[in-house]
């Protein structure tokens, strides 16, 4: 067994004593995942757009001489605020892609897609860890959201087929084709 199924399986034992969400509501998420993952890919394509236009914008205003403008932002935090807007552009970057691929195996309904979900969710958990340098308040929501991100991931698993199934079907299968000789 994989590492990553480990984890997984360690996760589904952590929230399983948790109340779930109704069926029918699971699967309308899972069924409409694709979708609205493909909105969200659409929406940080236009925020890495706009951020990236905000840095372009921001080194051209602390450029100007410090006389008429240095009074109101200091050199260095000029230079810190766009090292940091450049590094959430990176990050939004990773994930915008990383959505992107899911996007065909969620809307396939493969298990590939819920794993490149978990892959995003990890991903986005190391990014709120990095973040912490820069803005320390935000762990408790990060912390917050990557949990409730996990409890949704994880209701909705069980609708998506694929490799990691079909395994399990199999050896049972094969554990009673071998107990009928």
């Not at 990553?4 to 779930?20: D, M, R």
């Not at 394509?45 to 372009?56: G, H, K, N």
């Amino acid at each position: 067994m994989s590492k990553l199924q480990n984890l997984v399986n360690k996760i589904e034992k952590l929230l399983k004593p948790l109340p779930h969400i109704p069926n029918h509501w699971r699967e309308t998420l899972a069924k409409n995942a694709w979708w609205l993952l493909a909105v969200s890919v659409f929406l940080m394509v236009l925020a890495i757009i706009s951020t990236i236009q905000t840095i372009f914008t921001a080194l051209a205003l602390f450029n100007v001489p410090s006389e008429v403008f240095g009074y109101y932002v200091p050199k260095s935090y000029s230079t810190q605020w766009v090292w940091m807007m450049m590094l959430k552009v990176a990050e939004m970057v990773i994930i915008a892609f990383v959505a992107g691929v899911a996007v065909k195996d969620l809307k396939a309904m493969k298990y590939s897609g819920w794993n490149k979900l978990l892959t995003l969710l990890f991903i986005t958990a190391v990014i709120s860890v990095i973040n912490i340098f820069f803005s320390p308040g935000q762990i408790v929501w990060d912390i917050i959201s990557v949990a409730a991100g996990l409890y949704l991931l994880f209701e909705i698993r069980s609708y998506y087929s694929g490799i990691s199934h079909s395994t399990i079907k199999t050896k049972s299968v094969k554990k009673a084709k071998s107990k009928k000789k």
